[in-house]
Every structure is written in structure tokens, then in C-alpha cells.
């Protein structure tokens, strides 16, 4: 079956974004977040095999940047499977870390 396939972010970007981004406010009596995606927000898009169209989000971290996820490889079997990275940028904008899969974690896709 032809499929997208998804990777996602590695792991320690997800780790990083666990420890770094703002935490999101939570009702204490419905238990719903009081600002949905507003620690988060569509940045971009891209298209899968039947253009689908899916969302690239930037995340407000706690010390005042942000982290911008992007495609990092999009590699093909039985579809296209989508690894993403993240860059983490510091409140002027400079670039100061990079989350990335590793080739041979691609190649072994």
C-alpha cells in the first residue's frame, strides 16, 4: 500500500522542546488548554503523495526563542516518509542549535 510515512522529529528534539518550550496553561476545572496553539503555530506546509497537505510548526520557548520545525529528508518507499528537523533560534533570531536524524538513520528507512 502506497502511504505518507512519518518520522517525526528525532528524539532529542523532542526532548529539548519538552524541557524548553513554554508549557501550555491548562484549565484546572475542564482540564481544555485556555490558549490552544498558542505556544505553537503554523510556520509552513508541506505535501505528501496525495497532497496532503501538513503542517510545519514554530514553538515560543521558555527563554524567549523559538524552535522552527522543517523537512529535513523526505526519502521514498512505498510513498514518501518525512523526517523533520528543528532549529532553535535565541530571541535576536541567530540560529543556535540544530536537531537533525543522522544519515544512516535515514538510509536505514
Known sequence: MRCDQFMGLPAQAGKF??????????CPCCKRSLSPLA?????DHYHGMFNDCY??????LK????????????PFSSGPVFFLG???YDVKGEQTREFLWSQKEIDEC
Open 17 to 26: 522542546l519538552k524541557a524548553n518550550m513554554i508549557p501550555e496553561e491548562i
Open 39 to 43: 505556544n505553537s503555530y503554523v510556520i
Open 55 to 60: 503542517d510545519l510548526y514554530r514553538h515560543k
Open 63 to 74: 527563554d524567549g526563542g523559538c524552535a522552527d520545525e522543517f523537512v529535513q529528508a523526505m
Open 86 to 88: 528543528l532549529r532553535v
